[in-house]
């Protein structure tokens, strides 16, 4: 485990090439928080000076990444004029959606990026909205990024399980959220499969890109954070075991406390001193509380053995 406490554009500057499997991240979002620090992202005048910021931290990302690398990034919407800090930003009005998600994600492709898919982050628990002229926002995305067309990418590590019901030879009417499958004699076996003729993989099911993950605090963070739940399928997906994933906004730690109790390295990059002495204790201490499972886990097997 590595955590760094400084810039991440100077910090990532530093680092070997092609040296990281994934990064998965959470960069501050645009004029939510302003955290005092002299250099921070997020506190930019346009959103256009946010997005160029941005962009310049993630050229370096997929300078270090491995050329089969991914990038996960996590980011949410803000409305202009809902923040008296700055002025209006050219070509916006009040109430407008600025769109800063899709705006980071279309500035990344000219740099080379693949943008592979838009993850939709259901949050079931969102935070209640007063606002009477349209509906209450429970949703942010998470945009998979890749340094090359064909890159790592564990399909069998997050498949979900089936939820099915069989029918022989007939096709049927299903509930909602059941998927559609049908079951022939063949011989003296049963096939089973779908309507469409494929056969259904015995793993699971792919997984969908809508994530219903409730959102989770963490006791010691004075900020939202985004959970482990909601990552844990970046870090399988796009790290092999014993693999390195890196997080240039590490925060409260969160990607590096999952990371390492999924079994992988982890470089983590955070400007702010108090959030990073938080994330290098709380990694510390999923580090110790694995190694301690591991221990009573190799006890186990030795007093039952059967």
Not at 29 to 49: A, K, N, V, W
Not at 72 to 85: E, Q, T, V
Not at 113 to 141: A, F
């Amino acid at each position: 485990m590595e955590t760094y406490c400084g810039d991440a554009l100077a910090v990532l500057r530093t680092m070997g090439a092609d040296s990281i499997h994934t990064c998965v991240t959470s960069p501050p979002y645009y004029h939510l928080r302003d955290y005092g620090i002299p250099g921070q992202i997020g506190m930019e005048s346009t959103p256009e000076e946010y997005i160029a910021r941005l962009t310049e931290v993630f050229r370096e990302v997929w300078r270090v990444l491995r050329p089969d690398g991914t990038l996960w990034i996590n980011i949410g919407d803000s409305y202009a004029g809902g923040n008296c800090r700055y002025r209006m930003p050219a070509g916006l009005k009040p109430k407008d959606l600025m769109g800063i998600p899709w705006l980071l994600a279309f500035a990344l492709r000219p740099e080379g990026w693949y943008l592979r898919q838009d993850i939709i982050w259901n949050k079931p628990n969102c935070m209640p909205e007063s606002v009477r002229d349209r509906c209450t926002k429970s949703h942010e995305y998470i945009f998979l990024l890749s340094k090359s067309p064909q890159y790592y990418f564990d399909v069998d590590a997050i498949r979900e399980p089936y939820q099915t019901m069989e029918r022989k030879g007939q096709r049927r009417n299903y509930q909602p959220g059941m998927a559609s499958s049908y079951s022939i004699p063949h011989g003296h076996a049963v096939q089973h499969g779908n309507f469409a003729g494929l056969p259904l993989n015995p793993k699971g099911k792919n997984k969908r890109d809508v994530w219903t993950v409730s959102t989770g605090g963490f006791k010691g963070a004075h900020f939202a954070v985004y959970p482990e739940q909601l990552i844990e399928p970046c870090i399988l997906a796009g790290c092999p075991e014993d693999g390195t994933v890196l997080d240039p906004f590490m925060g409260s730690g969160t990607t590096g406390a999952a990371a390492k109790r999924l079994r992988r390295d982890f470089v983590g990059i955070e400007l702010n001193p108090e959030y990073c002495e938080m994330a290098r204790e709380r990694i510390a201490a999923t580090e110790v509380a694995y190694e301690q499972t591991s221990i009573d886990l190799e006890q186990t097997a030795v007093c039952d053995p059967g």
